[in-house]
């Protein structure tokens, strides 16, 4: 089977600290060290730069790490076969998310999931969308959630357009008493997350010419509510960030609708391996019966 060597390679990119990845593989940090030291004299260049604060990739090394993931992949998706032909339904899925999925969506799906397949291994990664697409394209991730656009080359199948509403404090009413509009958003703060801001939300701001100097930042979604509630401003946030927030806050849409398109991306070998497609699966029953047919045709392309 795979070079041991490559599997220490891909923790180490991935834990960026040799004690991390060690205690993962279950081997002593030496073990790690040495194991690298081999790999990197075998190719003939430098894969790691040390560093006070563990270890980062090299150019080369970022180079091969897609390449050496897709070996990997590879003999995963083979002894996922050879499992599925002895009837043992084993396998391993690797998940990415932002935030608001992993709060609303996958504790549903996996629940779900998990009694059809209780021997598929499941892991979830959290982050935002563009490290998510990142970490499926060089194939760390098996299945990831984002958002459109996506500018990798990858499997993108559209889920869910999320509507995006207007966060106020209490006391505010718009002049339209039910929508906002630009008179009601002139001369007003806004407060965002800085991760992400350059996409759907910022399509609202500059639809109302919301100025740079109007824009104050937050760690994540409850601080931003509790931000507004406070009365230090607004927010923009779409309606499944919302559904397990809770705060004195209205939310109001806007006079024009904004949302953001919320997609599956996958790289093209992984869509191919019985437990992704189980799970992507999953998937499509969890929308059509959250959401119905609209969402869940979408879907179809991917099989």
Request: proline share 4%; glycine share 6%.
């Amino acid at each position: 089977m795979t070079n041991f060597s490559y599997e220490v390679f891909s923790e180490v990119a991935k834990r960026k600290t040799f004690f991390a990845a060690a205690t993962q593989l279950n081997v002593t940090p030496s073990a790690i060290s040495h194991s690298v030291a081999g790999l990197e004299k075998e190719l003939g260049f430098s894969l790691f730069v040390r560093n006070r604060t563990g270890v980062k990739l090299t150019s080369d090394g970022k180079k091969v790490l897609p390449v050496i993931q897709e070996i990997l992949n590879t003999e995963a998706k083979l002894k996922e076969e050879a499992a599925r032909i002895n009837g043992l339904n084993e396998g391993r899925i690797r998940i990415g998310a932002f935030s608001s999925v992993c709060i609303n969506w996958l504790p549903d799906i996996i629940r779900g999931f998990k009694k059809d397949y209780p021997k598929i291994e499941l892991s979830v990664t959290q982050g935002n969308f563009n490290a998510v697409a990142e970490q499926v394209r060089v194939g760390t991730l098996d299945l990831g959630f984002s958002a459109l656009p996506i500018k990798e080359k990858l499997e993108v199948i559209p889920l869910h357009k999320d509507p995006i509403f207007c966060i106020t404090p209490q006391s505010f009413t718009p002049r339209g008493d039910k929508i906002v509009t630009r008179s009601d958003l002139q001369g007003k703060n806004f407060i965002l997350q800085q991760i992400d801001y350059d996409r759907d939300t910022k399509k609202a701001l500059d639809t109302y010419d919301v100025s740079v100097n109007s824009i104050h930042y937050s760690i994540d979604d409850a601080s931003i509510i509790a931000m507004v509630e406070s009365g230090l401003g607004m927010g923009i946030l779409p309606e499944l960030a919302l559904q397990k927030l809770s705060g004195n806050v209205n939310r109001y849409p806007f006079q024009e609708h904004f949302y953001r398109t919320v997609c599956l991306v996958s790289h093209a070998e992984a869509k191919q391996t019985p437990s992704t497609r189980a799970f992507v699966k999953a998937i499509q029953d969890y929308l059509l019966e959250r959401y119905g047919a609209e969402d869940a045709k979408q879907l179809a392309t991917f099989f």
